[in-house]
């Protein structure tokens, strides 16, 4: 994944990421699901400089970018 000058680097079923060439670790490694690509979204967002939130009510993700 590259934005504005960021650079994420994953793998499938591997929880290590890189970002910027900065080694991280995820909670989740990222998989495949019925040909699918799953990401852990949290994590990729707020490493893109994204906030991210659960809202339970609606169950329902807001993802907001801030530049």
Same mark, same amino acid.
């Given at each position: 994944?590259? $934005?504005? &000058? ?23 490694? !990222?998989?495949?699901?019925? &040909?699918?690509?799953?990401? !852990?979204?949290?994590?990729? &967002?707020?490493?893109? &400089? $994204? ?17």
């Amino acid at each position: 994944l590259n $934005c504005k &000058g960021i650079t994420i680097k994953m793998q499938l079923e591997n929880r290590e990421i890189t970002v910027n060439s900065n080694t991280k670790e995820m909670d989740v490694a !990222p998989s495949s699901i019925n &040909g699918r690509t799953i990401l !852990p979204i949290r994590f990729v &967002g707020e490493n893109l &400089g $994204c906030v991210v939130e659960w809202l339970n009510s609606t169950r329902q993700i807001v993802i907001v970018y801030t530049d």
